[in-house]
């Protein structure tokens, strides 16, 4: 059939416009690079705003945009921590820091290294074994084992699986599986990596230029071992230069990917598992490129290069030889791949290469080839790029408000005096970020900067109102400056602080402004302090990210609102019982992602509603404040992704009461238990209420 005329274009620009269908273009390409790299850049600035001394990096098709929404990729986020300096020369030592000596003898396999530990006092070697996690090999050097990060990684992370060097949060509904890994960094390019910089391939890819870029990159190592010595081996990581690869390929390569992807997942893993993994395809396309003229990877001969793409795993599996792209040595299909399952493997793929794109036709993720159809047939099918755009945008500003709330917690138990000077660090650090720096790191510190300010400003008017004094223009300064962090949560902390000094009007005033630029169709929630099945984002939310970046933060999304204790005094005294809502048994039952349990926590369109109910109460407009709960009541009702549904069920319980309506209030207490049944302040409000009805009585 390849020999039709016309049909390889023909199926080639079919499949490009699919692909284009469903996210794989360059503008979202981009888009997805540029939210993953923020992301990277909030966690990494947020670790130095603690003063540790470590960087987080993204890797993986999410980062590289080489993913749809169908194939689910997983996150990889790599930690690296910068107080160890991993060597391959001497005169790399760094007097007072933990310094190790990369190994790489005929003892050790290729693409891996032994790690020496080394004095930090003078450059040289250690001489004592001070626990388990070292060792004293046969010649007396003292050498670390990989098993300390594993050690690190399964405390911090409860509930992981261990995958080689990662370990990974899985099986949470509605979210992608998380491989979470531990790194060393070593500043000079791995030794074994050298040939790789000065061959030249037919394709002339990677660039000179490129390679030049990378040599600088460096390396990491990674807590995974070879079969051969699974407990003293680290793994040599060059997880930077292949980001850097993949950011150089063009459309037609990527398409190419996520092709061969979509091929292994639909009918090599079903069968075989992970024999085939994503890293692998990843390699072998790095291959194909290098060993390909340039001007095959055009949109019109995708078929042609997918042929390619797949003819060279077909070979390494049948030679049973994939080596890494930079360390050759390295052969990432060795025992990968049993002597039942090779000729079978083997006859998929030729088969999938035999069919001349037929196959596709029979891949499902994303609708694939009922999309393949549709084009062949003239036929339109729908785009995804908004809802893509959508989530982003959502993970960007989700990211950005747990980042938040990991430092928040940090001072929860904080006094004034103890808080004020550390948001302040917090403050002066992010500024002086934006000040010195560009790009991603300058447009990540105003971002997150803001809502630190409103904080401040907020447990400012806290103090005073403690002291019977009021609201100081400092707090009233600090909260301006982070008004706009998004549509509603800084606002409603302006309106809670006027709402806690009893003054109405203002408060009112505050609420009219957040309700006015609320747009119900658009606004979208956004929680991320505890597991939440997500259902889909508002079409005009995901229209309006399909048309802009992290600037559409502040329009359209609405943060939960968050109080430390400290703040207490900007709370009202409904809202006030979240901060005591568990007992000493309860706090058994938390897990490590709760920390936020110690604060006052409320999402923002619940509690707009909730403080229009309390304000028209107070200004006796009764026509209003029964319009404010029946909006309170059809948003728990209504609202998918409202996170925090049980606080939210616990403010409208003590509106009833209010209302006098205590059967009713008792239902609300009891759904919020449903939602929630530990840590729930629901149990405080049943005991006050039944109390009350008894004593009534």
């Given at each position: ?166 370990y990974a949060q899985q099986g949470q509904p509605g979210f992608n599986d998380i491989d979470n890994v531990g790194a060393f960094p070593c500043k000079s390019w791995p030794l074994q990596g050298r040939q ?362 609405a943060f939960c609102v968050k109080f430390l204790p400290c703040e207490i005094n900007c709370v009202p005294h409904e809202l006030r019982y979240e901060i005591f809502r568990s007992t000493q048994e309860d ?111």
């Amino acid at each position: 059939m390849f020999q039709q005329p016309g049909y390889i274009e023909n199926v080639s620009l079919r499949l490009s416009e699919v692909l284009a269908d469903i996210g794989v273009d360059e503008r979202i390409v981009l888009k997805r690079r540029r939210a993953w790299l923020m992301i990277e850049t909030m966690y990494t600035i947020s670790h130095q705003l603690l003063d540790e001394n470590s960087s987080v990096y993204c890797f993986g098709s999410q980062c590289e945009g080489s993913t749809t929404l169908g194939l689910k990729s997983d996150l990889d986020q790599l930690l690296c921590h910068n107080n160890v300096n991993v060597i391959q020369d001497w005169a790399d030592w760094e007097p007072g820091v933990c310094n190790f000596l990369m190994i790489q003898d005929e003892t050790v396999s290729p693409g891996y290294c032994l790690l020496q530990c080394l004095r930090d006092d003078a450059p040289l070697p250690y001489n004592v074994v001070p626990d388990p996690h070292h060792f004293r090999d046969r010649t007396g050097r003292i050498l670390l084992k990989n098993t300390i990060m594993s050690a690190v990684a399964a405390k911090c992370l409860k509930g992981g699986v261990r995958h080689g060097p990662a370990y990974a949060q899985q099986g949470q509904p509605g979210f992608n599986d998380i491989d979470n890994v531990g790194a060393f960094p070593c500043k000079s390019w791995p030794l074994q990596g050298r040939q790789w910089l000065d061959q030249q391939d037919v394709g002339q890819w990677p660039s000179d230029h490129m390679k030049r870029y990378c040599s600088n990159t460096g390396c990491f190592v990674v807590a995974v071992g070879s079969k051969e010595n699974e407990e003293l081996e680290w793994r040599i990581s060059t997880s930077l230069v292949e980001r850097c690869l993949m950011f150089n390929l063009n459309i037609t390569q990527i398409r190419c990917y996520v092709l061969m992807k979509m091929i292994l997942k639909t009918f090599i893993k079903p069968h075989f598992g992970d024999t085939i993994s994503s890293f692998m395809c990843k390699t072998v396309l790095f291959h194909c490129i290098a060993n390909t003229h340039s001007y095959v990877w055009r949109e019109n001969n995708l078929l042609v290069c997918l042929s390619l793409g797949l003819f060279v795993p077909y070979n390494s599996i049948l030679n049973e030889n994939c080596p890494h792209f930079i360390i050759p040595g390295n052969n990432l299909m060795s025992g990968h791949i049993s002597q039942e399952s090779k000729p079978y493997i083997l006859e998929i793929l030729l088969d999938v290469i035999n069919s001349e794109g037929r196959a596709l036709l029979e891949i499902k993720y994303d609708d694939f080839g009922a999309r393949i159809q549709l084009k062949l047939n003239n036929l339109l099918s729908f785009k995804t790029s908004d809802i893509i755009s959508g989530q982003l945008l959502h993970a960007t500003a989700g990211r950005s408000s747990t980042v938040i709330t990991g430092c928040l917690t940090l001072i929860t138990n904080s006094n004034y005096e103890g808080a004020i000077p550390i948001l302040l660090k917090y403050i002066f650090k992010l500024i002086i970020t934006s000040k010195q720096c560009q790009g991603l790191d300058k447009t990540v510190s105003n971002l997150l900067v803001q809502q630190f300010c409103t904080t401040l400003g907020s447990i400012l008017t806290s103090l005073n109102i403690q002291q019977y004094n009021p609201i100081p223009a400092e707090a009233l300064t600090w909260i301006s400056l982070g008004l706009n962090t998004d549509v509603a949560s800084s606002k409603l902390k302006l309106a809670s602080m006027f709402y806690c000094i009893g003054d109405a009007q203002r408060t009112e005033i505050v609420l009219r402004d957040i309700e006015a630029n609320y747009d119900l169709n658009i606004v979208e929630p956004v929680c991320l302090c505890h597991e939440l099945v997500r259902n889909h984002s508002r079409r005009g939310f995901n229209a309006i990210c399909d048309n802009h970046n992290e600037e559409a933060i502040q329009y359209i999304t609405a943060f939960c609102v968050k109080f430390l204790p400290c703040e207490i005094n900007c709370v009202p005294h409904e809202l006030r019982y979240e901060i005591f809502r568990s007992t000493q048994e309860d706090i058994a039952f938390r897990g490590e992602d709760d920390k936020w349990m110690e604060l006052a926590v409320v999402e923002s369109l619940p509690y707009l509603y909730f403080l229009q109910y309390k304000t028209y109460s107070c200004l006796e407009r009764q026509e209003e404040k029964q319009r404010a709960l029946c909006n309170l009541v059809r948003t728990i009702d209504q609202e998918q992704n409202l996170g925090h549904r049980e606080t939210a069920l616990n403010l409208l319980g003590q509106c009833m009461e209010q209302e006098d309506r205590a059967v009713d209030a008792l239902h609300c207490y009891l759904l919020s238990l449903n939602v929630r049944e530990r840590n729930n302040a629901a149990k405080i409000h049943i005991c006050r209420l039944l109390s009350n009805m008894i004593s009534n009585q």
